[in-house]
């Protein structure tokens, strides 16, 4: 069983930054890949990044690409998402994932099989 527990979220104004954090219990992770999700009101749950670090890869939605960094902290079993350059349509309840099969990365939801409670992310205008 995997636990994972979502922190960093709040509310800033438009163009600042955040670092969300997701700490991982019960197993390693570092054969995983870990995604960031997210869901505003009244939308369906979106793919933001996705890392399988040990095989050094990263995916990124376009909607982030460039503005936002996912990485991961082995010792700590922690999973990142540094957000920068952030605008009101980023405003949405963040989620890490855990998608447990080899091989890849992946974008939709239900290819995850462990999901956090979720942080809220509010940008302002």
């Known amino acids: 069983q995997v636990q994972l527990v979502e922190s960093g979220g709040g509310l800033v104004q438009a163009g600042a930054s955040l670092r969300l954090s997701c700490a991982a219990s019960?197993?390693?992770?570092?054969?995983?890949?870990m995604g960031w999700f997210r869901q505003a009101p009244g939308k369906e749950r979106e793919f933001v990044a996705a890392i399988r670090w040990v095989a050094g890869l990263t995916y990124y939605s376009d909607s982030v690409k460039g503005r936002f960094t996912i990485s991961g902290d082995n010792a700590k079993n922690t999973v990142y998402l540094q957000m920068s350059s952030l605008k009101p349509e980023d405003t949405a309840v963040y989620y890490c994932a855990a998608d447990v099969r080899m091989g890849g990365l992946r974008r939709d939801p239900r290819s995850y099989d462990y999901w956090g409670q979720g942080t809220q992310v509010t940008v302002s205008s």
């Open positions: 019960g197993r390693t992770f570092t054969s995983y890949a």
